[in-house]
């Protein structure tokens, strides 16, 4: 399935903290190039999701 790149996608992101549990969250962004350049690649838990639902079921 072909994209448009200026369609919404939905990422599922971790966030580590030393003393505490990692958290997991969805952010929405429009080009996976500034996702990348923006978050370390092991903070993407996955990309390219097409609704914030399914981002949000691989977040628990």
Known sequence: MLI???STLY??????FPDGPAERFVISYTSEQALRDLLAA????????????HAEELCR
């Open 42 to 53: 092991a903070s993407i838990v996955a990309s390219g999701c097409i609704t914030r639902e």
């Open 4 to 6: 448009e790149e200026s």
């Open 11 to 16: 990422a599922a992101i971790q966030a580590r």
